[in-house]
């Protein structure tokens, strides 16, 4: 890697490596929520069906895990982007190839298209006129 690579790669190392371990401190902080909830589900004799207060359990317990999966998702996404980084790809649209600007990168580090690339896909995904 050459001086100029390894002065651009070092900003986006920095980024996704803070961006992987705030990740981790999400998740774990998830699955300590998870297992609280469960554990205090187990302490009340409820019945979800019957308990005005089993429905909240059930949707804590069902929202915790959805934020779990998410996050799960968001680490996977960012090993991807150091994985691109060590390829030297990262920073690059997967779809037209060119940069993705320094702004996209550091509200979302593992993006992988460009602004106008993520929003043609974004109207395309939404039914909204191409």
Known sequence: MSDREQETAAPATRRL???RAQTLQQIAALRRNFEGIVEAALLVNTDDEHDPEGATIAFERA???ALSKQADADLAAIDDALERLRRGSYGRCEVCAGPIGDERLDAIP???RCIACA????SRHDGRAQ
């Open 63 to 65: 929202q915790v895990s």
């Open 110 to 112: 593992s993006a992988t």
């Open 119 to 122: 929003s043609m896909a974004s």
């Open 17 to 19: 490596t803070e961006a």
